[in-house]
């Protein structure tokens, strides 16, 4: 029977009553289609919550994201990890879920930790708050103690930490970050976004560093620091090729994990901050600017050099005074500042200015740090007084680095380029360099700086094989504005192999005191000048020069223009 | 005679024999999950809750529901006990008491959350709404039913007279979940019993007229709507709900090992869907909305073989607010709808809520009585002969 026919015959028997039921239990179908619809929707957003959007599985994206450092590591040339960040321990409290005695826990927490005390475990624990630290920083040796305490009102907790295995290595190149994990300062501040950013942290930033250069370079200067009793050092050692900094270093010693217990000082960074009038140093600069400009057209020229020359109201005098004429090389061996002086006043104040606004002097270092220095000059008073000064490094105040990337352009074959903390590769293409000196001025100065060393008031830089070449200075300490007595800025600038220059090595020591073994003497060729000899004699096979007694610069070029020695 | 035999003719022995017991065991699984589901939210809402002097144990709300179980379940039994007639005089008495107390709330009430919704009565609080909402249903059936038989009485008019006091002094709280809520099952009462389409398609227009008037003059309502439609704004209590279907996937975390219930606003009631989609997995969730169905489809089912107008009406509310506002819950716990404020029945820890849903419950367990062995139903009998 069809249901037409059947709801006829319905209405026919039941009536009005049973069609309104009729019509009802119909519209009651529609509501069960309405709920089951309801449910169909309900079941597919949750398939859609729970396996479409949920489906980058929770679990495994955090394994991922946990592998990938909140903030990138930091490494040397090598990959030797200078800076990392781990998961750190920290204790809190909740003083009102201890369970425990509070006096016997205070006691078994300052057992646990390293400098915690009975009374500031107590007052912690008895704190009205509901939550407060105990100690941040912990090591999982000292956290793992307290975790054996099983004191339910201790928490431990991880929290992101800087750390720098190396303790203080190149720690001014680093710099360290503040409680907030931002960079504060060196690499770390000066990379801020770099080493933060989601889609870079992931890959270690590659520094230029070499960390057993570095490590040499600190160790060398430390025991020298401390032999004479010097307030500070510096130290740099830099490729002349491309200008990257293989080492660099300040002294006193900077913890970046614990950089707000440096000192001021040590907090200091004398190689790109500090300016100091690095004196004689200067002097090659000068002679190179002479030789370029055509006044100085051999190593043989000759200066009057009397025991005085009075240029004004000042007398220029030599700590080893000649006496009478002398060739330039004989200048550069006995570091005249006599002789220097009149080289640079022939050389003329507008082009050694010109000079040395190429070479960036006249400029806070160019390195990515943002601890840079503002030189000091003549400026405006730039006379020829100034120029003579200036021409063996006084009244003119620049970084260590500046001296380094300025040697390294003497001697690079005249090509100056900004020194870099990046390691240059593939992803750090070599910084374009523009021409200071010429080729040939920068091969002759090879032969005359190693001259320094070899006949010179350099002789205890020398590194037997090595090649060393480069130029004591000895400068008064310029403290607010006056010379200090008897404090002095020794400097040396060296530069190895002088055959074929690679690399420069500067070391400074601030105040370094005279000793009984220096014969009273506190000249850079006494205590700064030994320490890079070291250096290069411990770097040396590190970088793979090899030492060879039979390879000299051409020496002919300056040896027929000095007196030889009368031997004792 | 064994007790509850086929011939145990007590009080007891009847009940056994005409209640749908089938719908029976699914309410009681029902409260059992919900059991389940406090106990995980319990932590979550007590860390939330605890505070200054105010510390509660994890399982402070577990505690509470289980007493609140036991207070409910005697009275959704007892009243399933009732005869058809009782029912409907329980439920006239109340709708006309329970209204008085919901036009006293402004008076007497107490503020919670913006809102006035409760009223105090010897240290204990309830909301007149949740307990006029089942009796007005039956209510409403009883005036409704009567156009079965006679036209002459206005009593659909009448029935939409009572819902605008209601729904006037809900607004004026202001309760717009409830509103809509007593709104859709009157609605869905009088299309049930033969409201014309026109009159249907007219009401629906109306609905949305005072939803729109809600959008546009209650400020709380304009701010819930617009963070749902646009998304912009303060979503975080919807987008910490997504978080935990995400983070419970298919399966879930396992029980008591959830962690985004920790940052749910009210774990243990409006949210409580979410606290189970986190521990117990999205399967678990079908589970629950699908039991909820079943108890819908289930009475719907069995209201086709219903021949008293007046039950099948009845009934047939009932269990319309009791899947609309497990289905309203659900949707907002998954972002389908704008948040309401609206609990889970019977899964949701609560107090006077649990009891008036108990109540409720017990009113469609008592209409739905009958013998089991007749059929009305020609549908049935049709589908059963195919």
Same mark, same amino acid.
């Not at chain 1, 720098?164 to 290595?169: E, Q, S, T, V």
């Given at each position: 029977m069809s249901p037409l026919a059947l709801r006829q015959q319905r209405i026919q028997v039941a009536g009005q009553r049973q069609l309104a039921l009729g019509r009802s239990r119909q519209r009651l179908m529609i509501g069960v289609l309405l709920f089951v619809a309801l449910l169909a929707v309900v079941a597919l957003r949750l398939l859609d919550l729970s396996m479409l959007q949920g489906a980058k599985p929770a679990g495994q994206r955090d394994l991922f994201a946990a592998l990938v450092p909140p903030r990138a590591d930091i490494v040397d040339r090598h990959g030797a990890e200078l800076a990392r960040t781990f998961d750190a321990y920290s204790i809190a409290v909740r003083p009102r879920d201890i369970v425990g005695d509070k006096r016997e826990l205070a006691e078994r927490i300052a057992a646990a930790l390293p400098g915690m005390t009975y009374e500031k475990a107590l007052a912690t624990l008895n704190h009205p708050g509901k939550y407060r630290y105990l100690q941040r920083r912990v090591l999982p040796t000292d956290a793992k103690r307290i975790n054996a305490? /099983? =004191?339910? /009102?201790i928490l431990l907790e991880r929290e992101p930490e800087r750390l720098?295995?190396? %303790? #203080? %290595?190149a720690s001014h190149i680093l710099g360290y970050t503040d409680i907030d994990g931002k960079g504060a300062a060196g690499v770390e501040r000066a990379f801020e976004e770099r080493l933060s950013r989601d889609d870079m942290r992931g890959k270690p930033l590659v520094l230029s560093v070499d960390s057993r250069i570095q490590q040499a370079m600190e160790h060398e200067l430390a025991v020298a620091m401390e032999k004479f009793s010097a307030v500070g050092a510096a130290g740099i050692v830099l490729?002349? @090729? +491309? #200008? =990257?900094? %293989?080492a660099m270093t300040s002294l006193p010693e900077l913890n970046p994990n614990d950089?707000? $217990?440096?000192?001021v000082e040590a907090r200091f960074? @004398? +190689? +790109?901050l500090g300016v100091y009038e690095l004196g004689s140093t200067f002097k090659p600069f000068t002679v190179a600017m002479a030789m370029d400009a055509g006044t100085v057209r051999s190593m043989g020229q000759m200066y009057e050099c009397p025991r005085g020359l009075r240029v004004g109201r000042f007398t220029i005098t030599d700590t080893h005074p000649f006496g009478r004429r002398c060739s330039v090389a004989e200048i550069m061996q006995e570091s005249s500042n006599i002789g220097t002086a009149q080289i640079a006043r022939e050389l003329g104040g507008a082009r050694q200015k010109a000079f040395l606004e190429k070479m960036g002097f006249l400029e806070p270092v160019s390195i990515e740090l943002k601890e840079r220095g503002r030189t000091l000059s003549p400026g405006a008073n730039w006379g020829e007084i100034a120029t003579m000064t200036v021409g063996y490094g006084h009244g003119i105040a620049v970084t260590p680095l500046h001296l380094a990337t300025g040697y390294a352009a003497l001697f690079n074959g005249g090509v100056w380029r900004p020194a870099t903390i990046l390691k240059v590769g593939k992803d750090q293409p070599l910084a374009p360099g523009r021409r200071v000196f010429t080729e040939q001025t920068s091969y002759k100065m090879r032969a005359l700086m190693r001259l320094v060393v070899t006949e010179g008031t /350099? @002789? $205890?830089a020398d590194a037997p094989g090595y090649r060393v070449g480069g130029k004591t200075g000895t400068a008064e300490k310029v403290v607010n504005g006056r010379y200090k007595r008897n404090a002095v800025i020794n400097t040396f600038a060296g530069v190895f192999p002088m055959d074929d220059p690679r690399y420069v090595v500067v070391a400074m020591l601030d105040e370094p005191q005279p000793l009984k073994e220096t014969y009273g003497f506190r000249t850079a060729g006494w205590n700064v000048a030994p320490v890079v000899s070291k250096v290069i004699t411990r770097i040396g096979p590190v970088l793979g020069v090899v030492p060879d007694e039979q390879r000299e610069p051409n020496m002919a070029e300056v040896l027929p223009y000095i007196e030889p020695k009368a031997k004792p | 005679m064994t007790p509850l035999g086929r011939n145990d003719r007590t009080l007891l022995g009847r009940w056994f024999w005409t209640i749908d017991r089938v719908l029976l065991l699914m309410v009681l699984m029902l409260i059992g999950i919900g059991l389940v589901a406090v106990a995980a939210a319990s932590p979550a809402a007590s860390h939330r809750y605890s505070g200054g002097s105010v510390q509660l144990g994890d399982l402070h709300y577990f505690k509470r529901q289980v007493f609140w179980v036991l207070a409910g379940l005697p009275v959704m039994l007892g009243v399933s006990m009732l005869t058809v007639t009782w029912a409907r005089r329980l439920a006239i008495a109340g709708t006309l008491g329970f209204l008085v107390a919901l036009a006293a709330v402004p008076v007497l009430g107490a503020e919670a959350n913006g809102a006035m919704r409760w009223i105090s009565l010897g240290g204990f609080q309830f909301q007149p709404s949740e307990f006029l909402k089942p009796l007005f249903i039956v209510f409403t059936a009883w005036l409704l039913a009567t156009r079965y038989d006679d036209h002459s009485i206005p009593a659909l008019q009448l029935s939409f007279g009572f819902l605008v006091v209601i729904a006037a002094l809900l607004m004026k709280q202001p309760d717009l979940g409830q509103t809509v809520l007593f709104a859709g099952v009157w609605l869905a009462q009088a299309f049930l019993a033969g409201m014309g389409i026109g009159t249907l398609v007219g009401a629906l227009c109306l609905a949305i007229a005072g939803l729109g008037m809600a959008y546009l003059f209650v400020p709380h309502v304009t701010s819930r709507i617009d963070r749902f439609l646009t998304g912009g704004g303060d979503t975080y209590q919807i987008d910490r709900a997504l978080d935990c279907f995400k983070s419970g996937g298919l399966f879930g975390a396992g029980p008591g090992e959830g962690q985004m219930k920790f940052s749910l606003p009210e774990p243990h009631t409006d949210y409580i869907f979410s606290v189970i989609g986190e521990e117990f997995g999205a399967i678990a969730c079908f589970g629950v909305a699908a039991l909820f169905l079943a108890i819908v489809v289930r009475v719907l089912l069995q209201l086709l073989e219903e021949d008293d107008p007046f039950v099948f009406l009845a009934s047939a509310g009932l269990v319309t607010q009791f899947g609309a506002q497990a289905m309203i819950n659900i949707m907002v716990n998954l972002s389908l709808l704008p948040s309401k404020g609206m609990t889970l029945p019977f899964i949701s820890h609560g107090g006077s809520s649990f009891l008036a849903l108990s109540m409720g419950m017990g009113l469609l367990l008592a209409l739905t009585r009958r013998n089991r062995f007749l059929k009305a139903s020609p549908y049935v009998q049709r589908w059963r002969a195919a």
């Open positions: 305490i /099983g =004191e339910p /009102g720098y295995p190396n %303790l #203080g %290595l490729d002349v @090729r +491309t #200008g =990257e900094v %293989l950089a707000g $217990k440096g000192s960074n @004398r +190689t +790109t /350099g @002789r $205890k | -």
